[in-house]
């Protein structure tokens, strides 16, 4: 019978040790792509923060996984005490990984709006650029008071973005005035239609993704919660915090119905006697 029970338990232990290396491998894995994506670091951009929160969500199941298996390699061979050590290590290190996957749903959404609003802020900085040099050159062709004049005032205005060129064709001032600005007034619309606000739908596509994101970040944080456990404690972080929230919830059902607390029961069993006590005599 002894002769059954060895090999078991030595094919128990191999597997332990390959799964518990599998786990450490898949760890490893998820931090060097985490680094590598987060080179260079640049905290303060906010395409970086984009860029190294979706890589952190997306990938997590890797890591998740890992520590999983560390779970079932401790399972399978309890007697292995530096592998009980390393289970209870990663696991009080899941708490951090708790904490990173909430911190992420508001720096995803901070990120997600700072991307539309810097990109609309651009936009209207070009419009508003675009608009007062349009209105100097209008000025300019209104004010001028000879060909030669308004030819003066638009060289004094070139720039790279606006390119008018003027040519004396021989016509008189109003003429000459009337049609640069028609041209202008053409030249302006092109510019509007050309510096465009993002589009809706990409907007709308950026917002789902945010939201996808933030969904599947806090699933994680839930799943990291199982896995978690704090130094001394016999249960998962989960349902610790879980136990805590249904004992606060019940004490305050009990403070809102007026149901005396477990401190006033206590005195009143102390001040009644004992079921089984006999009775004095009267």
């Known amino acids: 019978m002894s002769t059954?029970?060895?090999?078991?338990?030595?094919?128990t232990s191999i597997l332990a040790r390959r799964l518990s290396f599998i786990s450490m491998a898949m760890l490893v894995i998820y931090a060097a792509r985490v680094a590598t994506t987060a080179f260079p670091f640049k905290p303060f951009d906010i395409l970086w923060q984009l860029t190294i929160s979706s890589a952190l969500i997306e990938t997590a199941a890797i890591p998740l996984l890992g520590l999983g298996l560390l779970h079932l390699a401790s399972y399978l061979d309890p007697a292995?005490?530096?592998l009980a050590k390393r289970r209870d290590g990663l696991a009080r290190w899941a708490i951090l990984a708790v904490l990173g996957f909430l911190l992420l749903i508001p720096l995803q959404a901070s990120a997600s709006w700072n991307t539309v609003a810097t990109a609309r802020g651009r936009v209207t900085t070009q419009q508003?650029?675009?608009?007062r040099n349009f209105a100097l050159v209008r000025e300019a062709i209104s004010a001028a008071i000879s060909p030669e004049d308004l030819q003066a005032r638009l060289q004094s205005?070139?720039?790279?973005?606006?390119d008018i060129q003027f040519e004396n064709l021989g016509l008189p001032l109003p003429e000459t005035k009337r049609q640069m600005l028609i041209r202008l007034n053409d030249m302006q619309e092109q510019v509007k239609r050309r510096i465009n606000a993002p589009p809706l739908d990409a907007i709308e596509g950026l917002a789902g993704n945010s939201l996808r994101l933030m969904v599947t970040?806090?699933?994680y944080a839930l799943a990291f919660a199982i896995a978690a456990q704090r130094r001394g404690q016999e249960i998962?972080?989960?349902v610790e915090l879980l136990m805590i929230w249904s004992l606060k919830g019940?004490?305050?059902?009990?403070?809102?119905?007026?149901?005396?607390?477990a401190a006033d029961e206590d005195y009143f069993t102390q001040l009644a006697p004992p079921e089984d006590e006999p009775p004095g005599p009267l």
């Not at 508003?128 to 608009?131: C, I, L, P, R």
């Not at 205005?157 to 606006?162: I, K, R, T, V, W």
Request: glycine residues 6%.
């Open 128 to 131: 508003q650029t675009a608009n």
């Open 157 to 162: 205005l070139q720039s790279p973005e606006l």
């Open 250 to 261: 019940g004490l305050k059902r009990r403070a809102l119905l007026g149901a005396p607390s």
């Open 236 to 238: 998962p972080l989960l």
């Open 217 to 219: 970040s806090l699933v």
């Open 4 to 11: 059954d029970v060895y090999p078991r338990a030595s094919e």
């Open 80 to 82: 292995d005490e530096a």
